[in-house]
């Protein structure tokens, strides 16, 4: 096999927006989506590549690749995160879009879908050099971003800091103070309260909505947890306020196991002492981080990168329910098997939209300039995590699918009012 060819081979395997789309056709031919629509949602609205050449702190400079993709407005203002990554490209931040647009329909927000990314690696950044490199991408999305046009957010790899940097970018370059126009900001500048343990909150909420269908008590079930980023901590932490037993973590530096259960905020901690990581954790055995998707469990918990849930090792997921904490962590071709297993999966467009729930909120603060309390924001939010899992499960139950196409649907019937209703030259 030539390299283009087995480069083209991997490619293929990998295309992230490929997975979108296998989806997409799957809710469209049972709910009968017309073709017109199916092909307005098949093709991205806005499709922005910048380069980036920043002083690093050698004194070189150092060009980088940035995105920006707005899939669709057809429900309002495109929204979707920011992600610093070294795998970051056009395909990815594509189908990340496409999955905006349809998260931001199942949580009934009134928002289209939109993404962008650098590719770099943050880690290895120091702080003025990830400074720099935030106010240049705010400064080359200036026309792109807008308080009603696009509204990013912090996604994997970045946080309140960069939201603070491209907010002040912003700013300054359009003369306006609009900090509507980014969320997931520090609350000092215009945050909200509960943004950021959203995420990891939405994912508690589905997690108790599925396990009432299932007929299951929290106290009863185990979960294992893989990511122990924004998404994971948190969900970790609120899902063993509630009453679930953690029995593994992990994150990209080791893996954890315990079956009498792992104490959480005694995870917290030591992450937070050692440099946001797990490695060196004493409370629980160190396994294989390839054996912590599989190891025994009620509820597994994919809170961290894309594509760990494939071929290869859905046959052996111990878990009950899997609710998707990270952005597209099962492939397409896992599907199945896991509905073969009865596996229930509450897919990452519904689990993980408790994130831009509460962006929602902020912007809503920050459009009224009046601000809510904690126990508002998380009332308010459990509420649009309840209604939207409701509305998944009954879809799933009228057109005998799995909650995945159902979210599809879900969103697919509102969007579609939505290019429908809006029109076409
Ligand atoms: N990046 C998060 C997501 O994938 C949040 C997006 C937002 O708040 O706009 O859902």
Wanted: glycine share 10%; charged share 20%.
């Amino acid at each position: 096999m030539s390299t283009t060819t087995a480069n083209t081979a991997h490619a293929h395997e990998q295309s992230m927006f490929e997975a979108v789309l296998a989806r997409l056709d799957a809710a469209a031919k049972l709910m009968n989506l017309s073709e017109e629509v199916a092909q307005v949602l098949r093709n991205p609205a806005k499709q922005v590549k910048v380069a980036l050449p920043v002083m690093m702190d050698n004194g070189k400079i150092k060009v980088f690749e940035g995105y920006r993709t707005v899939h669709s407005t057809h429900l309002g203002p495109s929204k979707g995160g920011i992600r610093y990554a070294m795998d970051v490209n056009a395909d990815e931040v594509m189908a990340l879009a496409a999955w905006m647009s349809f998260k931001c329909a199942v949580a009934n927000l009134p928002y289209g879908g939109a993404k962008g990314g650098i590719k770099c690696e943050p880690r290895e950044m120091s702080v003025g050099e990830l400074e720099r490199l935030s106010r240049a991408y705010a400064m080359a999305m200036k026309d792109v971003f807008g308080v009603n046009r696009d509204i990013p957010a912090p996604d994997m790899g970045t946080s309140g800091r960069e939201m603070a940097w491209i907010l002040d970018e912003y700013n300054k370059v359009t003369g306006e103070d609009a900090p509507g126009v980014i969320t997931g900001k520090p609350i000092a500048i215009g945050g909200s309260l509960g943004r950021d343990a959203a995420t990891g909150r939405g994912v508690m909420v589905n997690t108790l909505a599925a396990l009432k269908k299932m007929g299951l008590e929290p106290k009863n079930v185990t979960a294992v947890v893989q990511g122990f980023g924004n998404v994971g901590s948190h969900a970790a932490r609120l899902l063993a306020e509630k009453g679930i037993k953690i029995v593994g973590i992990g994150d990209h530096t080791a893996s954890f196991y315990n079956e009498n259960g792992i104490d959480v905020p005694a995870a917290i901690d030591y992450a937070a002492k050692n440099n946001r990581t797990l490695k060196g954790f004493k409370g629980a055995t160190e396994i294989k981080s390839s054996e912590l998707l599989i190891s025994k469990c009620d509820v597994l918990v994919p809170g961290a990168l894309q594509n760990v849930i494939t071929v290869d090792n859905a046959s052996l997921i111990q878990a009950k329910l899997i609710v998707e904490g990270a952005n597209g962590p099962t492939t397409p071709e896992a599907d199945p098997i896991i509905n073969d297993k009865k596996i229930i999966c509450v897919p990452d467009i519904l689990a993980n939209a408790g994130g831009v729930t509460v962006s929602y909120f902020e912007w809503v603060q920050n459009k009224a300039g009046y601000y809510w309390t904690e126990e508002e924001v998380n009332s308010r939010h459990d509420q649009k995590m309840e209604q939207a899992f409701d509305a998944v499960w009954n879809n799933a139950a009228n057109y005998n699918t799995s909650m995945r196409i159902a979210a599809y649907i879900t969103a697919l019937q509102k969007i579609e009012q939505g290019v429908k209703l809006k029109g076409a030259y």
